[in-house]
């Protein structure tokens, strides 16, 4: 938990992420949208010279269909139905992508395939300390 200041609208924080080593068949994380606190995203990759592994790109989908609700209890995954990918920033060392969180800033991570190494990655958001949002729809449990 961090410290901050409640007399501040808004907070950055910066996140040091290791993402472990997961089989070809999954992802580390599924098409979804951030938490609606959230005002933007970057992410700073740090492959290592050993990791041979392929994926593990950042996925842009563009959105399809209206999104009136996110399973929050999966991480606010977004119905399939409803995106389709369109570009993938690859995961290489000092490729960093930023991006403004509304609703239908739907994003994914595509599978690694054969990894062996953990990665690494700095995650620097920016937050309403408060009340504010950039988006609402229902947040369903499953």
Not at 12 to 23: L, R, S, W
Request: glycine share 8%; hydrophobic share 35%; with cysteine.
């Amino acid at each position: 938990m961090r410290d901050v200041d409640a007399s501040g609208h808004y907070v950055t924080d910066c996140q040091f992420v290791v993402h472990e080593p997961v089989d070809q068949t999954g992802t580390s994380r599924t098409p979804h949208v951030d938490n609606p606190v959230e005002i933007y995203a970057g992410l700073l990759y740090m492959r290592k010279q050993a990791d041979m592994a392929d994926g593990g790109n950042f996925t842009v989908h563009r959105v399809t269909g209206q999104i009136t609700e996110v399973n929050k209890s999966l991480g606010r995954q977004v119905d399939n139905s409803l995106h389709e990918p369109v570009f993938e920033v690859p995961y290489r060392a000092n490729n960093f992508c930023m991006f403004l969180n509304v609703k239908d800033s739907v994003h994914s991570v595509t599978p690694r395939i054969a990894p062996t190494e953990r990665r690494h990655s700095i995650n620097i958001i920016g937050e309403f300390n408060g009340t504010g949002k950039m988006w609402k729809v229902k947040e369903i449990k499953s």
